[in-house]
Structures are given as C-alpha cells and as structure tokens.
C-alpha cells in the first residue's frame, strides 16, 4: 500500500506560480513512476505529467508543456509539480498518483495509487 499526500494549492492570480507537493509512504519510493493529474468542476480527471521510475523520462499533456515541471526527490519520498505562467483554465482539484510500472511513454490512468487531491484556484 502507497499512501499519497498533496499540499501546496491554493488561490493565485493569473500568471502566478505554486508548486505543489504530494509526500508518499513507500518504503521503496523511487521503485514507483509518480504523476499529477487534475479534475475541474464538471469535467473529467484529465493527465496533467508524470516520470517514470526509473531513467528520469517525464512525459506532459499538451495543455501545460513548457509551463508545468514535474520532479521527484526519491530521498525525501516526495513528488512537485512546479506551475508557472497559471491561466484560469488551470483551475482544479490536483491530484497525486503512483504507479509501480508506467514507463513514462504516453498518457495513461492507469495508476494504482492515488491521493485526496489538493485545490489550485487561478482568479483573473
């Protein structure tokens, strides 16, 4: 069992940054692909990044490339999603996940540990 623990949102203006954060329980963390995904009031979960377990490949949605960075410190258990340049449109419910076998080659959610989700507001 992973548990997943996001922190870090909040409300920021357009153009802000936040970076969010999401502490994992593993015992072996770095063996585990880790990603960011977000839901917006009425949509669906929608695939924001995520890195593989291994090789440092990362892969983004379209919709944030250039703006969003993920990164993982394997000695603190812990993922980021840093977020600059923040439009209205990215705003959510952020959620965590884990996966021990996602390669980082494509979207996927199929990930078998997920977080409580931690809100970001980008007010206009």
């Known amino acids: 069992q992973v548990q997943l623990v996001e922190s870090g949102g909040g409300l920021v203006q357009v153009g802000g940054s936040l970076r969010l954060s999401c502490a994992a329980s593993a015992r072996t963390f770095s063996n585990y692909a880790m990603g960011w995904f977000r839901q917006a009031p009425g949509k669906e979960r929608e695939f924001v990044t995520a890195?593989?377990?291994?090789?440092?490949?990362?892969y983004y949605a379209d919709s944030v490339k250039g703006r969003f960075t993920i990164s993982r410190d394997n000695a603190k258990n812990t993922v980021y999603l840093q977020m600059n340049s923040l439009k209205p449109e990215d705003t959510a419910v952020y959620y965590c996940?884990?996966?021990?076998?996602?390669?980082?080659?494509?979207?996927?959610?199929?990930?078998?540990?997920w977080g409580q989700g931690t809100q970001v507001t980008v007010s206009s």
């Open positions: 996940a884990a996966d021990p076998y996602y390669s980082a080659q494509g979207i996927s959610y199929s990930f078998e540990y």
């Open positions: 890195t593989a377990w291994t090789g440092g490949r990362t």
